[in-house]
């Protein structure tokens, strides 16, 4: 013989479940509102999207474009990361010709290969970037070089799995065809963070460096990182700001409290202002959910 069993919901029992839902309801941080037109934000250690805005609309990414400039570099196969370049005048010529952001370096000096990463991602050198890739394009002349350095940009794009990103420069002054997205950028800053000298270059507020002269001799460059928030928001390790008068202001961003790291970008954000504050915005958000 069954018995039948009878089972009592209280009125306490349903209100007290009602008020663990409002709980959890309330514990979740309203999406957060930014002036820039597109944004992105992801869990880095999880993959999983906090946030997006126009996250797959194609924009001018400025000096962001050197990120992947930087990735080309770093995989290269057999990298030695103290070898010596010479400055060319054609990369100070370019700077003067392009008004270029520039890492101020001397024609005859010997940089080598890190001191020229850290000459790009700092102040954004974009006489720097010149010098890598003439050094690691493949061709018999200078433009053949850097062409050969662009195209390898853009497969490493297309086996990334970028469909929305192409280059067609080593540092983000676009000839027209120079474009990104924020869902891309942040995937491509996820993935060059993995790499340990990136990490240390990127996180760096300031630096000074020794390089041979001309003569033999050495001088000190200094260089200051263009990336504020590293001295602005706590966590903060990069990585890259970008603007220009078609990009706007940009920022790829990532910080990283409790274990927690948020990677994200900014794409042409209306002022320096507005991006520094979207890009918080996005932290905290990312960081409450």
Known sequence: MRRAVT????????????????????????????TAPGGFVMNNGTGAVLFGKAADTRRPTGSTTKIMTAKVVLAQR????????????????YIVAKNASS???IVGDKVTVRQLLYGLMLPSGCDAAYA??????TGTTRAARVKSFIGKMNDEARRMGLRNTHFD?????SNGANYSTPRDLTKLASSVMQNSTFRTIVKTKSTTQKVTTRTGGYRNMAWT???????????AIGVKTGSGQQAKYCLVFAATRNNKTVIGTVL???SETNRAADVKKLLDYGFAR
């Open 7 to 34: 089972i009592v919901v209280t009125t306490s029992a349903v209100l007290a479940g009602g008020s663990l839902a409002s709980q959890a309801q309330a514990a979740t941080p309203p999406t957060p509102s930014i």
């Open 78 to 93: 057999g990298l030695n990361l103290d070898a010596k370049v010479t400055i060319d005048k054609a990369y100070s010529d």
């Open 103 to 105: 890492a101020r370096l």
């Open 132 to 137: 890598l890739a003439d050094k690691f394009g």
């Open 169 to 173: 420069s080593f540092d983000g002054i």
């Open 225 to 235: 990182n263009t990336n504020k928030l590293l001295s602005t928001y706590s966590g």
């Open 268 to 270: 042409a954000a209306p």
